[in-house]
């Protein structure tokens, strides 16, 4: 990994990045949109390096946060940020699959639900030779229903999937959440200025 250092994240708290991994603003939107208030079972999917988990336990330190990611690479800078941040007790980072989640973490289980995932459907637009930039921007290891239906496993009666995506596919992704019996409930777009058009949403849904 090429250029690794360490950027602040407010309040004491400081995440490793490189140039093959690193965070957006939508990131910070969507962690915000979908923070966890108080003693909270949480997970992200596709954490990258691990910017979420991290934010979130900027204020609160009684979260208990598992943060699934299949790039190795991008798994061990996490961990370097978890221990950087002495944050082992709150946030734990899995090497995994989001599609082979089941029998690794429990069914039912978790209040929170997040993935920030890529924008592109496979084979859509430009495609990036880089094989992480291509994982984060396009859906080559994984689709819409299969963030959805494993949220929707992972998640108890009540529980919330937050996600981002770029307005075009909005219809998408209510679509599968209904699929896999999550509800959509709050959705909150987002504008660069009052002028344009919106560029990302924020939808809220529970199960």
Known sequence: MKNIHLEPLGNGIQIYVSESYHFSTDTILLADFA????????????????????????????????????????????????????????????????KELKGVLPSGYYDVVVCNPPYKIGGGGITNPESSK???????????????????????????????????????????MRKFSIEPKTLRLVQQRKEKAPKLFLLEGRR
């Open 35 to 98: 923070k966890p208030v108080g003693k909270k079972k949480c997970v992200e999917l596709g954490t990258g390096c691990g910017t979420i988990p991290l934010l979130w336990c900027r204020h609160n330190k009684v979260l208990e946060i598992t943060a699934v990611e299949i790039q190795e690479n991008a798994c061990e800078l996490a961990q370097k940020s978890v221990d950087y941040n002495n944050l082992n007790d709150n946030i734990k980072i899995l090497n995994a699959d989001l």
């Open 134 to 176: 291509l994982i984060a921007r396009h859906e080559s290891e994984c689709t819409l229903d299969d963030i959805c239906k494993t949220a929707s496993e992972l998640l108890q009666f009540g529980g919330k999937f937050c996600i981002c995506q770029r307005p075009e596919r909005l219809a998408d992704v209510m679509e599968s």
